[in-house]
């Protein structure tokens, strides 16, 4: 006999609906009937039969969106020595050295930038970072924070060398005390020097390409262009610039200062950056723990999203379920 099924003509034997449904290959109990505008109850299925002539809608269910399954974190590599994490954070400006290890726990973070500072005479036993933080566990990254002269650069990592055996340091030379801006003659100076005494150097720079591609091509390790004033929490201010910066240079780059929450960090990650370093967005949160794990999480989601591959924008609007099979 004839019925029409789903808008189509088709001819089906006689029977209940559950004898039709299983002529045509569906399970009863995933899909829904309706014969002649009227619902036909599940618990009908057998009793109800089906009569040439009817109009009948069989529907189900599916995705209203594509859907990927999501990776595990990727690791990246520097200096030689692979990471999981590509979240690095600053151990200043907390409270106490507990909170300090606390948020580098909630952080997940493997790498932490720590400052080269004289020994207080006048107190040799007070606490010191690494009776918190475990420089065997963690990989301190030692800075140059508060120099500025490539002089001063230099011989505070010769230091840092000295005192902790650390190859791998984070160069910074300052232009003024205002701005903290990268002072790019004395930067390219300090890393000539440092490289050819064998450094590893991830190094603070502008987010000029130009600038970025001669440091890599010295042999900078990683390229860490600002994307705000440091300490500032402005978060990314050219996004653009640090795009380029990522496709002029062929070693990793992380978004350095300027960091203020976990959408700016989420942000940086979806621009293609290997990673991003902070201080001050975590040490000042009000909950520097909760932020900490929060920025945990942007990072590891800005990848995610990097990776997927945005959709495209579009003017208009764009329908998430597919019309074809409409009732």
């Known amino acids: 006999m004839q019925v029409q099924i789903n808008g189509e003509a088709r001819t ?70 692979d990471y999981m994490s590509r979240l690095i954070i600053g151990t200043g400006k907390y409270k106490n050295f507990d909170e300090t290890a606390a948020a580098v726990e909630a952080s997940g973070a493997e790498i932490v930038t720590v400052a080269v500072r004289r020994v207080n005479l006048t107190n040799p036993g007070e606490p010191r970072l690494v009776d918190f933080v ?50 790019m003659p004395e930067t390219l100076a300090a890393a000539e020097v440092l490289l050819k005494e064998g450094f590893e150097v991830m190094v603070y720079c502008s987010d000029d390409p130009i600038q970025a591609k001669r440091l890599a091509d010295m042999g900078c390790c990683a390229i860490m262009p600002l994307g705000a004033p440091i300490g500032s929490g402005l978060g990314l201010q050219n996004p653009v610039q640090i795009r380029l910066v990522i496709e002029a240079v062929n070693v990793p780059v992380l978004v350095d200062a300027g960091v203020g929450t976990a959408s700016d960090a989420a942000i940086a990650m979806e621009l293609g950056c290997d990673g991003v370093l902070m201080n001050t967005a975590i040490a000042e949160a009000r909950d520097p723990i909760r932020m900490a794990r929060a920025m945990k999480l942007a990072v590891e989601a800005g990848r995610l999203a990097y990776h997927a591959g945005r959709m495209p924008k579009k003017r208009y609007a764009d329908p998430s379920s597919p019309l074809a099979g409409l009732i």
């Open 134 to 183: 475990d420089p065997k566990k963690i990989t301190f990254l030692p800075n140059t924070a508060g120099c500025f002269t490539a002089d001063d650069a230099v011989r505070t990592l010769r230091l840092a060398r000295e005192a902790g055996g650390w190859n791998l340091v984070k160069l910074e030379v300052l232009g003024d005390q205002k701005t903290l801006y990268p002072n």
């Open 12 to 81: 089906v034997p006689a029977g209940t609906v559950r004898e039709l449904l299983g002529s045509l290959g569906l399970d009863a109990s995933k899909v829904a009937l309706e014969r002649n505008r009227e619902i036909v109850p599940r618990s009908a299925f057998d009793t109800v039969i089906i009569g040439a002539g009817d109009e009948l809608e069989i529907v189900h269910f599916i995705g209203g969106g594509n859907s990927s399954l999501a990776e595990k974190p990727d690791s990246f590599r520097i200096a030689g020595k």
